[in-house]
């Protein structure tokens, strides 16, 4: 069974950093790229950040390009993602996904997601 769990949401200020993480298991991701999307109440899924099987290539959303980074661990099988300097706009629920071949920036071309982790940043 391939769960995506994400953690390392919470409560912070406007101007503060998190750290949100994402353990995959049930399979392996060989080939996969992961991405980290957000959802506000009553808005769409947004693309934050996507990263190739290898490491080698990044993407990021607009709204977040500058302010965060993702990374991977292929051994331990997680995905990171740092975000800096945030704002009371990025506060959602932040899922992971994981989708075959390259970074994709359309939810609907994800095959496997969590359950999301809320990120609330207060102004």
């Known amino acids: 069974q391939v769960q995506l769990v994400e953690s390392g949401g919470g409560l912070v200020q406007a101007g503060d950093s998190l750290k949100l993480s994402c353990a995959a298991s049930?399979?392996?991701?060989?080939?996969?790229?992961m991405s980290w999307f957000r959802q506000a109440p009553g808005k769409e899924r947004e693309f934050v950040a996507g990263?190739?099987?290898?490491?080698?290539?990044?993407e990021y959303g607009d709204s977040v390009r500058g302010r965060v980074i993702i990374s991977r661990d292929k051994i331990a099988n997680m995905v990171i993602l740092d975000m800096n300097s945030l704002k009371p706009e990025d506060t959602a629920v932040y899922y992971c996904?994981?989708?075959?071949?390259?970074?994709?920036?359309?939810?609907?071309?994800?095959?496997?997601w969590g359950q999301g982790t809320r990120v609330t940043v207060s102004s």
């Open positions: 996904a994981a989708a075959s071949g390259p970074i994709q920036t359309l939810a609907y071309r994800y095959r496997f």
């Open positions: 049930g399979r392996t991701f060989n080939n996969y790229a």
């Open positions: 990263i190739s099987w290898t490491g080698g290539t990044a």
